[in-house]
């Protein structure tokens, strides 16, 4: 059976690459779905980005019926939102946390994290290799 793998990217995402390489580096999150496919060829892989909340609670519910693993960085949402938290509980596939930079050594408010607690694991501060060794790994498990 193939693998279905939904690789979903949160608010201000679609800017990686373009502003504040200083903490997100330069590449662009094109750059990481070009990576992703062409270290897992064998997988089916969704990958998308939304600036809207409802949208990623949407796709979050559509990865627990369609897919196997479920790789997230919620960006900011991460940090705030209740309704994501209880979709991801709700989310029937493996769900592994990305974050580019680790939030835990930055601002107070980016301490809250209602992700963590509904994921396998997290990773978080290697950059964008981050979404490459989160998919390694899972496909490892
Ligand atoms: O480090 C991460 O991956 C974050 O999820 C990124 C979020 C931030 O709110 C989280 O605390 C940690 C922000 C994404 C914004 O991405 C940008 C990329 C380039 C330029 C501006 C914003």
Redesign the pocket.
């Known amino acids: 059976m193939t693998q279905q793998i939904y690789v979903l990217n949160?608010?201000?995402?679609n800017?990686?690459?373009?502003?504040?390489p200083e903490?997100?580096g330069s590449k662009t999150l094109d750059d990481i779905d070009q990576q992703l496919r062409q270290a897992a060829p064998s997988a089916e892989i969704t990958f998308r980005q939304t600036n809207s909340e409802g949208e990623l609670i949407d796709w979050v519910q559509e990865a627990s019926k369609a897919a196997q693993i479920l790789i997230i960085?919620?960006?900011?949402y991460?940090?705030t939102s209740v309704a994501l938290h209880d979709a991801l509980r709700a989310c029937e596939a493996d769900i592994y946390e990305?974050?580019?930079?680790?939030?835990a050594a930055?601002e107070p408010f980016?301490t809250t994290n209602y992700v963590a607690p509904c994921a396998k694991a997290c990773i978080?501060g290697f950059g964008a290799r981050g979404y490459l060794m989160a998919l390694t790994a899972a496909l490892q498990e």
């Not at 949160?10 to 995402?13: D, F, I, V």
């Open positions: 949160g608010p201000n995402l800017l990686l690459g373009t502003r504040e903490i997100y960085n919620a960006g900011a991460t940090h990305v974050h580019i930079s680790n939030p930055r980016r978080a």
